[in-house]
């Protein structure tokens, strides 16, 4: 069973840049594709960003698209979401999660979640 340890949030002030990784246990993490998702109080969780196991397909949220970007290293376990030109909206506790093979939006397709690392932008 993949594990999911999230890292790198923080506070940035607004028009800033932000790196979040996202280290897994186990030896199959090629097979799994990633996301990143995000909850910012009283609100509900939102699709970010994904990628396929190999990489080929991304799939972006419409609030990040050509602000956010995501990677892989899967020599590393590792997956990063790199975020650039941040606003205070994109303050949220953002979350990791992993499911096998197809990249999906959608939060109900994953199965597994890391515990979330709190980014805050301040204006």
């Known amino acids: 069973q993949v594990q999911l340890v999230e890292s790198g949030g923080g506070l940035v002030q607004a028009g800033g840049s932000l790196r979040l990784t996202c280290v897994a246990s186990?030896?199959?993490?090629?097979?799994?594709?990633m996301a990143w998702f995000r909850q910012a109080p009283g609100k509900e969780r939102e699709f970010v960003i994904a990628i396929s196991g190999s990489g080929g397909r991304i799939l972006f949220g419409d609030s990040v698209e050509g602000r956010f970007t995501i990677s892989r290293d899967n020599a590393k376990n590792t997956v990063y979401l790199q975020m650039n030109l941040l606003k205070p909206e994109d303050t949220a506790v953002y979350y990791c999660?992993?499911?096998?093979?197809?990249?999906?939006?959608?939060?109900?397709?994953?199965?597994?979640w890391g515990q979330g690392t709190q980014v805050t932008v301040s204006s």
């Open positions: 999660a992993a499911r096998p093979i197809y990249a999906s939006s959608s939060s109900s397709d994953y199965g597994i």
């Open positions: 186990g030896r199959t993490f090629s097979t799994y594709a």
